[in-house]
């Protein structure tokens, strides 16, 4: 792809614990070889929270605990700003985390996202890997029932409401394999960028 174009985005957003990170870095190391000759990036949400003693955070009285689960708690600012430095040093860009489709990124296009994938999970399944897993600041007891599920099926309400144009592909990781899944994904990468390099 030519330096003076910006570089083809996939987004990985939605539920917690939905295999969002992990297929991330699987496809990055995969585009990153010498098969395929690329520029390849990848920027995480999780990387951009705020540290737990800043003032923007909404507390959770009923938990005694930070709202995790929202835009506030993310630096949205500096995560746009990296966003849109990185994507016009690359020629692969994949945006990863839970709350992506829910920012309002602004973008020269008509869409930021030229592949845009969604994963879910059922609440069981959700809840059952959220508390196999260490956070720290550790989730209160009764945190994930009494507030992170209701905070997902908002979230997922609003991403596809503000993504209407884009696409949002439904993925759900204990329907399909997760190589099934990557494959797909690899599928729609490859033919995105032919299209995108014979129109360049």
């Given amino acids: 792809m030519s330096s003076s174009q910006t570089a083809l985005v996939v987004g990985l957003g939605g539920v917690t614990n939905g295999g969002k990170t992990t297929m991330c870095r699987s496809l990055e190391h995969l585009f990153s070889s010498n098969k395929y000759n690329l520029r390849v990036k990848s920027l995480h949400i999780d990387d951009y929270y705020r540290p737990n003693d800043d003032p923007n955070h ?9 709202d995790w689960d929202c835009l506030e708690a993310i630096d949205i600012d500096r995560f746009i700003s990296d966003l849109q430095s990185i994507r016009l040093h690359c020629d692969l860009l994949f945006v990863e985390g839970f709350l992506i489709f829910n920012v309002a990124i602004p973008s020269q296009n008509h869409h930021l996202f030229n592949l845009a994938y969604y994963f879910d ?13 260490d956070y720290d600041p550790p989730d209160p007891d009764g945190y994930f029932e009494g507030h992170v599920w209701s905070a997902y099926i908002k979230a997922k309400t609003e ?7 884009v696409g949002l592909e439904l993925i ?20 995105t960028l032919k299209r995108v390099q014979k129109i360049s």
């Fill in 172 to 191: 759900d990781t204990t329907k399909e394999s997760f190589e099934n899944i990557q494959n797909k994904i690899i599928k729609d990468i490859e033919t």
């Fill in 121 to 133: 999970l059922p609440y069981e399944e959700c809840r059952k890997r959220r508390l196999e897993r």
């Fill in 58 to 66: 909404i507390h959770l009285d009923k938990f005694d605990h930070h």
């Fill in 159 to 165: 991403a596809f409401e503000q993504n209407k144009d």
